[in-house]
């Protein structure tokens, strides 16, 4: 079955960096592009990136642009999001989620599949 | 960038309610628009796409309904298992919105 694990929580300091990973399982990861969306503290979700795990494209919120890179290692199916500059705003819990279908040129973005989700929190 | 707003933000009900919300697209985005279920401390789970069409394995008393811009989520008999918080998502285009969510609360 499809599984995606990520990978552990960060504590970091306004203006540092941080990497999450999410390991993909049970299928291609170059079949099906790649979203990240976070959740800040009682808050609710925004998206954040995608990758098309094929081509290795890019689309990011317009509000992270310049601050967030998606990377993918198709090897070994694993997806990964760096978020630079960050700010105690940025603190949040991070998801992957995979789209429910996928043909051979796009997706329909909508997310049957999830991480179990990375908490960064960002403190002086 | 299409916006989405969902209405209300809280709802309470009772077991056995006829529970409905809201999702409204700033603009048109056809009947590319899906839900969610989310609990504290877990990853939301798909309840509806495509307006209207039910994941497997979701339960039949869950329904959605509308397109272009107005878009229902109708739980028919409220269970103690779906209070929770209910998140509607555009996926028309980039950016992939969501709305601000509905928590349905215990009356």
């Known amino acids: 079955q499809v599984l995606l694990v990520q990978s552990g929580a960060e504590v970091k300091k306004p203006g540092a960096s941080v990497t999450i990973s999410c390991q993909a399982s049970?299928?291609?990861?170059?079949?099906?592009?790649m979203h990240w969306v976070r959740q800040a503290p009682g808050q609710g979700l925004e998206w954040v990136a995608m990758?098309?795990?094929?081509?290795?494209?890019?689309a990011y919120a317009r509000k992270l642009q310049g601050r967030v890179t998606v990377t993918r290692d198709t090897s070994a199916n694993i997806v990964f999001m760096e978020l630079t500059g960050l700010r105690p705003e940025d603190t949040a819990v991070y998801y992957c989620?995979?789209?429910?279908?996928?043909?051979?040129?796009?997706?329909?973005?909508?997310?049957?599949?999830w991480g179990q989700g990375t908490q960064v929190s960002v403190s002086s | 960038d299409i916006q989405v707003t969902q209405s209300p933000s809280t709802l309470s009900a009772s077991v056995g309610d006829r529970v409905t919300m809201t999702c409204r697209a700033s603009?048109?985005?056809?009947?590319?628009l899906a839900w969610y279920q989310q609990k504290p401390g877990k990853a939301p789970k798909l309840l509806i796409y495509?307006?209207?069409s039910l994941e497997s394995g979701v339960p039949s008393r869950f329904s959605g309904s509308g397109s272009g811009t107005e878009f229902t989520l109708t739980i028919s008999s409220l269970q103690p298992d779906d209070f929770a918080t209910y998140y509607c998502?555009?996926?028309?285009?980039?950016?992939?919105?969501f709305g601000q969510g509905t928590k349905v609360e215990i009356k």
């Open positions: 989620a995979r789209p429910a279908r996928c043909s051979t040129t796009s997706c329909s973005n909508y997310f049957d599949s």
């Open positions: 049970g299928y291609t990861l170059t079949s099906f592009y």
């Open positions: 990758i098309n795990t094929g081509a290795g494209s890019t």
């Open positions: 603009q048109s985005v056809s009947i590319w």
């Open positions: 495509k307006a209207s």
């Open positions: 998502q555009q996926y028309n285009g980039y950016p992939w919105m």
